[in-house]
């Protein structure tokens, strides 16, 4: 089973490039979210879809734009990358089973340096 | 808003020891919390859930979890650590929307276990 993928796995980048970080899960999971890792500072959700063609902001939404292209895949695209965007991120995905949210799973992360 | 403090950033024990993690977190309503592992260059993994009824959850890997409603506190307990718990343990409570959850988690502490 391969749960929560996320690709790519390292990324460089240089200030001002964009990309975008691909996550597909093939659990049917309803909920998809984005969070970033940095040092000390425990995981922060950027942003969330609680359903497919829905996406709303987490904590930290400045700077970073999502897409909900299925129930499977929900991207995050950084438009101008900043050295501020160095960091970890991860992708999870949950579901909501006879009215009782199931935890999140989360993928590998993606590592992602900005020059 | 939601919160959760891990007040230990380091944690040394030596293999065989009990162990106890502390967790806090601030919530209006009833919680449900969560702890989960992370070795290193790895996802997160959940080690154990609280929903609701019985406060003395079990987990994975010999983990157990008591949630104190009057003291806001769900620490994380294992009585007698082995090498391969070295790791670093997250705390999080989630805040529940429409079809969805959004986590808030601690800090982290990181666990050392000597030999």
Redesign the interface.
């Given at each position: 089973n391969a749960g929560?993928t996320q690709t790519p796995k390292f990324q460089v980048l240089k200030t001002g490039q964009s990309m975008t970080l691909q996550c597909a899960q093939d659990m049917n999971h309803?909920?998809m979210?984005w969070y970033r890792q940095d040092p000390?500072?425990?995981?922060?959700?950027i942003y969330?879809?609680?359903?497919e063609g829905t996406t709303?902001k987490?904590?930290v939404p400045n700077g970073y734009n999502v897409s909900r292209l299925n129930k499977r895949e929900f991207s995050l695209r950084l438009e101008s990358a900043a050295p501020s965007q160095t960091s970890v991120y991860?992708c999870?995905s949950?579901s909501?089973n006879r009215g009782?949210?199931q935890?999140?799973?989360?993928?590998?992360?993606t590592r992602l340096s900005i020059l | 808003a939601q919160s959760?403090t891990q007040p230990d950033?380091h944690i040394t024990v030596s293999e065989g020891a009990s162990l106890e993690l502390r967790c806090n977190y601030s919530y209006g309503a009833t919680p449900?919390l969560?702890w989960?592992v992370q070795s290193p260059g790895?996802?997160?993994?959940?080690l154990l859930?609280y929903?609701s009824g019985d406060t003395l959850v079990q987990g994975i890997k010999g983990f157990e979890a008591e949630f104190k409603r009057s003291q806001s506190s769900f620490n994380l307990r294992k009585p007698s650590v082995h090498w391969s718990d070295a790791a670093e343990y997250?705390c999080a409570v989630?805040r529940?929307?429409?079809?969805?959850?959004?986590?808030?988690?601690?800090?982290?502490t990181k666990l050392s276990v000597i030999p």
């Open positions: 929560v309803n909920s979210y000390g500072m425990g995981l922060r959700l969330y879809s609680a359903s709303d987490g904590e991860f999870a949950s909501l009782i949210y935890p999140q799973h989360f993928g590998d992360g | 959760v950033i449900y969560f989960y790895q996802g997160l993994q959940l859930k929903f997250f989630a529940s929307g429409a079809g969805s959850y959004q986590l808030t988690f601690g800090k982290g």
